[in-house]
């Protein structure tokens, strides 16, 4: 079964937009990155693409190449870090494009010919996502959320998963921690994980939003869309072949629908390519424990789809 086609775009909204993009700008900047290449490999100063934000803002135009010049390419990265150039493949258009950043290092870089060195190195996901991950650090989108954050939570796990699990919002604990499902309702996932023969490590969690909204309250629709376009960086860097939806929020968010939660489950939806599984969130399951046999009938469903055997007993779990 399918989910009705989503909405591929939200009402364009400028000022939004150019602001995201500057944050993207700021924190590539604070990587080390002066420059990109575009598909056409043309090569842009990020100097000069602020100076063209700048203008749109002020009066929703470029500037033309007489109103502004091209800075220099060659201006000394941050803490004398080794110059680096950035190929980004497309360029953006918008915050919800994805952008593909390939760090490529300058001749003057010292290569790596130690086979030791080269299994401690990031791989090229992981790099992309560490990305990302800064961009969300940065992001102040939400004021009341910036403002009462202590840490934002982007997510954690295997940049290569098959499998992708999908929250609703941090709490206390992972506001603490900077890490989701850490507190009580994620001991409970991790027996989940663990019954199905996996570890976190070989999974990847995350959640609709990466702050915690204050005293837990849901986050709100403007919040998710703000949120929107960092998760679906995040998916399209992992390319997962499923995502399992924790609860009516997360459910409701991912597949823009308001069917209730107890009619989602026990069948795939499928949004991008990915097969998407709908079930309750392990904090519903802490509140009204009956319905952990739910839930690992859910994950027998997936895990017979997934071609992982299926264990007779599932100890904490249902």
């Known amino acids: 079964m399918s989910a009705d086609p989503p909405s591929s775009f939200s009402p364009f909204d400028a000022a939004r937009i150019t602001k995201a993009i500057r944050q993207r700008i700021q924190s590539l900047q604070q990587a080390g990155v002066t420059s990109f290449h575009t598909s056409a490999a043309e090569q842009t100063d990020l100097s000069e693409l602020q100076k063209q934000l700048d203008a749109i803002r002020q009066d929703g135009r470029p500037a033309s190449s007489t109103e502004s010049q091209t ?7 941050p803490l004398a870090t080794p110059q680096t150039t950035t ?6 258009a918008s915050t919800n494009s994805a952008t593909k950043v390939i760090p490529t290092p300058s001749s003057s870089a010292p290569p790596n010919n130690s086979p030791q060195e080269s299994t401690a190195m990031p ?3 992981q790099t992309e996502l560490d990305i990302v991950c800064q961009e969300v650090a940065n992001c102040t989108a939400c004021t009341e959320l910036a403002d ?10 295997n ?4 499998l992708v699990f999908y929250g609703e919002a941090p709490g206390a604990d992972e ?29 990847y969690i995350l959640n609709t939003i990466k702050c915690r909204p204050p005293g837990n309250r849901n986050p709100t629709p403007e919040e998710q869309q703000n949120c929107a376009g960092f998760l679906q960086r995040q998916l399209e860097i992992i ?21 209730p939660i107890g009619k989602m489950r026990g069948q795939f939806f499928h949004k991008n390519g990915i097969k998407v599984l709908c079930t309750f969130h392990p904090a519903y399951l802490l509140r009204d424990p009956n ?12 895990m017979k789809d997934m071609g992982l055997p299926v264990p007779t007993k599932s100890d904490g779990v249902s």
């Open 291 to 302: 319905r952990k046999r739910d839930v690992w009938d859910d994950i027998q469903f997936l």
């Open 123 to 125: 791989s090229q996901k």
């Open 87 to 92: 190929q980004v493949t497309p360029a953006a």
């Open 71 to 77: 800075s220099s390419v060659n201006a000394s990265p």
């Open 175 to 203: 506001d603490r921690q900077g890490e989701p499902f850490v507190g009580r309702a994620g001991q409970l996932l991790n027996k989940i994980i663990e019954a199905m023969g996996l570890t976190r490590e070989e999974i």
């Open 148 to 157: 009462t954050r202590t840490n934002t939570v982007f997510g954690v796990g």
């Open 239 to 259: 390319q997962p072949e499923y995502i399992v939806c924790l609860g009516a929020i997360a459910s409701h968010s991912f597949l823009e629908c308001k069917t």
């Open 159 to 162: 940049p290569d998963a098959r």
